[in-house]
């Protein structure tokens, strides 16, 4: 039996605990195989065939989906009073997922989710956040505690690095103070200034940094 066609659950069936997996797989079955009128006219030997159990596992389901208000059941009987036909129909409402149906959401979530939007997690995580001149400056005056050298130098390496992209060799960089403390190594008059450039000291506060590098006084 060949099978082409996909099924979506509305969040009410989806969620509904007092379902069994199969009575939602036969709900979706259902809704797929009505026709223009409404009604599924599938009898239950090939509905029990679809869903892979017993006929009388299937009117188990059939009643459980009834009571439930899923489906209702239309029945034609003889001028004898026996069944003629048994149509099934579904309860739209609860069913059949509207065009206009907001599909789940998470908080904070963008949309639309398409390939190569900026939200893309790959392009999120290869995309290098470059830093401003002003951290640079700060990072440099933290290194060396002069003024004058750390603006200019900011300006500089923020320049040389981002007309290359901001790449080291091939590679996008990732740690930029590391490429920051060996472009002061690099200047001869920060070597004069600092020969203990790269031992350890003490780590000047923000509070520090500020009032030393505006030239405000306690």
């Not at 223009?36 to 065939?49: F, I, P, Q, R």
């Not at 200047?187 to 506060?205: A, C, R, V």
Request: glycine share 4%.
């Amino acid at each position: 039996m060949q099978k082409s066609w996909y099924a979506v659950l509305t969040s009410e069936v989806l969620y509904d605990k007092n379902l069994k997996d199969k009575e939602k797989i036969l709900i979706a079955i259902i809704n797929n195989l009505r026709n223009e009128t409404g009604y599924c006219y599938a009898n239950n030997k090939y509905l029990s065939d679809l869903l892979n159990c017993s006929t009388s596992t299937l009117k188990r389901h059939l009643t459980t989906l009834e009571e439930n208000g899923y489906i209702s059941r239309v029945i034609e009987l003889t001028s004898t009073g026996a069944v003629k036909h048994r149509f099934l129909t579904v309860n739209e409402n609860k069913v059949d997922p509207s065009p206009k149906m907001n599909l789940p959401r998470f908080k904070n979530e963008p949309t639309p989710r398409f390939k190569n939007e900026p939200h893309n997690n790959k392009l999120i995580n290869n995309k290098y956040n470059k830093p401003t001149i002003e951290e640079i400056e700060t990072y440099f005056f933290e290194k060396t505690g002069n003024m004058e050298l750390s603006k200019n130098e900011s300006v500089k390496f923020y320049n040389y690095n981002d007309s290359k992209n901001w790449m080291v060799g091939t590679t996008k960089m990732t740690r930029w103070k590391s490429a920051a403390s060996n472009w002061l190594l690099k200047k001869t008059e920060f070597k004069k200034e600092k020969k203990g450039f790269g031992q350890k000291k003490e780590k000047l506060s923000a509070a520090k940094i500020i009032q030393l590098k505006y030239g405000i006084s306690n």
